[in-house]
C-alpha cells in the first residue's frame, strides 16, 4: 500500500511539474498563426486591407489612431496657456484667444 502511494505521489508530481514547464515554454515560443492564403493579393501587415479597398498597398505602416481629445474624467489632452475654456486633441490653436494650446500632463494622469 505505501508503495502504491508513493507512486501515485510521484505521478501527480510529475505530472504538475511537466505541465508547468510546458507553460513556460509557449510564453517564450514565439506565437506562430498559420492561415490559408487569400483569394485577393492583399499584404499581410495592412489589417484595413479587407475593410479598406481604396487603401494604398505600398503605404508604409500606418500612424496608431490619435488619443482621444478628453480622457474618461473629461480632462483635455491640450489646453490654453492663458486658460481659457476648454481645449483639443491636438496642438493646435485655442478657439477663443489664437494661443498655442500647451500640453496637459494631467490627461495622463489617473
Request: proline fraction near 10%.
Given at each position: 500500500?505505501?508503495?502504491?502511494?508513493?507512486?501515485?505521489?510521484?505521478?501527480?508530481?510529475?505530472?504538475?511539474?511537466?505541465?508547468?514547464?510546458?507553460?513556460?515554454?509557449?510564453?517564450?515560443?514565439?506565437?506562430?498563426?498559420?492561415?490559408?492564403?487569400?483569394?485577393?493579393?492583399?499584404?499581410?501587415?495592412?489589417?484595413?486591407?479587407?475593410?479598406?479597398?481604396?487603401?494604398?498597398?505600398?503605404?508604409?505602416?500606418?500612424?496608431?489612431?490619435?488619443?482621444?481629445?478628453?480622457?474618461?474624467?473629461g480632462v483635455w489632452h491640450?489646453?490654453?496657456?492663458?486658460?481659457?475654456?476648454?481645449?483639443?486633441?491636438?496642438?493646435?490653436?485655442?478657439?477663443?484667444?489664437?494661443?498655442?494650446?500647451?500640453h496637459n500632463q494631467a490627461?495622463?494622469?489617473?
Amino acid at each position: 500500500m505505501k508503495k502504491v502511494f508513493f507512486f501515485m505521489t510521484l505521478l501527480f508530481c510529475l505530472a504538475v511539474l511537466s505541465s508547468c514547464k510546458e507553460q513556460s515554454k509557449t510564453e517564450d515560443a514565439p506565437q506562430v498563426e498559420t492561415t490559408a492564403p487569400a483569394t485577393t493579393p492583399a499584404p499581410a501587415a495592412d489589417p484595413n486591407a479587407a475593410t479598406n479597398p481604396t487603401a494604398d498597398p505600398n503605404a508604409a505602416a500606418q500612424a496608431p489612431p490619435p488619443a482621444p481629445a478628453q480622457n474618461a474624467k473629461g480632462v483635455w489632452h491640450y489646453t490654453c496657456a492663458k486658460g481659457c475654456e476648454g481645449g483639443a486633441g491636438t496642438q493646435t490653436a485655442c478657439a477663443k484667444c489664437g494661443a498655442q494650446l500647451v500640453h496637459n500632463q494631467a490627461y495622463h494622469e489617473q
